[in-house]
């Protein structure tokens, strides 16, 4: 069996930094808290997102212990450098940063300046691994948050037209990331996701029907619990699957904000993949998930990420 996860961290800085914890203390809680959550959800490897510095990372994956390795993206934004990567008990064969937006969509803009979007602001990074039934490729991303900031590092808009052009600001970015991480997966997959197996993986930053996660499914048809899934056609070579559906519905939300439980935490698979796939579900890092609002700094010291890791466990 192989157990395929991602999970947001949160903000996983060591002590002392600008973004991290106040002391060492709450820093080591943290620490082994998260090793505690992969443990019990029996991962193989896990896609991380929001890693604050290699330091912070390395300390987790000596907390998981002999076997564990991990590596890191190298694109992030230098202003707030949170990157995705991948923890695993299984060697990684290969990895590629993946950052790119496609070129007819880097006019795309991003602030009231007028800023060209030319690289996702939190780089994709795929890694490979040799299982049981062969090679498979895993992409941990990180798109563009819904939680919205402004000029001067304000979490509050001057005004409602400033809300509103942000809000559209952050779309924008959101899509035109995604629509990145699909080229990329076209590529892979090259029309033969019915041999290539895919994992497309990490925080989306939106919900299951949001458009912005609809483009990473690719053609539509064949989606799980739809009345063609199981039924071959022209689309299942380019397509990817999200699992979602296949999570248990009282488990089916990995952050709760404002009081309102979303699924934002994705993993999606090629075709080839899916005949595998034995179960999916969500594990917080606490008995429940903190209620989180935009204020993510007053959340420095919280010893538990406000995201549930997804998971899903395979016959391999």
């Known amino acids: 069996m192989l157990t395929v996860a991602t999970w947001n961290l949160e903000n996983f800085f060591t002590a002392g930094t600008p973004f991290g914890p106040a002391t060492a203390e709450l820093f080591d809680r943290k620490v082994a808290l998260l090793a505690s959550t992969i443990h019990d959800s029996g991962a193989d490897i896990v896609a991380t997102q ?3 510095d290699p330091a912070a990372f390395d300390a987790l994956v000596a907390a998981l212990g002999s076997g564990w390795t991990g590596v890191l993206s190298t694109h992030f934004e ?10 695993s008990r ?21 602030s009231d300046a007028g800023d060209p979007l030319t690289a996702m602001g939190r780089g994709a990074l795929r890694v ?22 402004f000029p001067g590092g ?8 400033e809300r509103a052009r942000y809000a559209d ?9 995604a629509a990145a991480v ?25 919900g299951v029907e949001a458009a912005t996660t609809q483009i990473v499914n690719g053609p539509p048809g064949s989606e799980i619990g739809s009345a063609g899934e199981g039924r071959p056609d022209s689309g299942d070579g380019a397509r ?4 979602a559906p296949l999570i248990p519905p009282e488990k089916r939300f990995s952050r709760v904000f404002r009081g309102a439980r979303e699924l934002i935490d994705h993993i999606f698979v090629s075709t080839a993949v899916r005949p595998a796939v034995m179960a999916a579900t969500t594990l917080p890092g606490a008995a429940t998930l903190p209620s989180i609002t935009e204020h993510a700094e007053a959340r420095k010291n919280a010893p538990v990420s406000d995201h549930a890791l997804v998971s899903a466990t395979l016959d391999w």
């Open 240 to 243: 990817l699957l999200n699992l």
């Open 50 to 52: 929001e890693v604050g």
């Open 169 to 177: 600001y952050a779309l924008n970015r959101r899509a035109a990331e």
């Open 78 to 87: 230098a202003a707030h450098p949170i990157r995705v990567g991948f923890a």
């Open 128 to 149: 490979r691994i040799a299982t049981s039934a062969g090679d498979v490729d895993l992409v941990s991303v990180h798109l563009k948050s819904k939680l919205l900031s």
């Open 182 to 206: 699909r080229t990329y997966a076209n590529a892979l997959l090259d029309a033969q996701g019915t041999q290539r197996r895919l994992f497309v993986l990490g925080d989306f930053n939106d």
């Open 154 to 161: 304000r979490f509050e808009p001057h005004d409602e037209d």
């Open 90 to 110: 299984i060697a990684i064969a290969e990895t590629e940063d993946v950052f790119a937006i496609p070129e007819r969509l880097q006019g795309v803009p991003t």
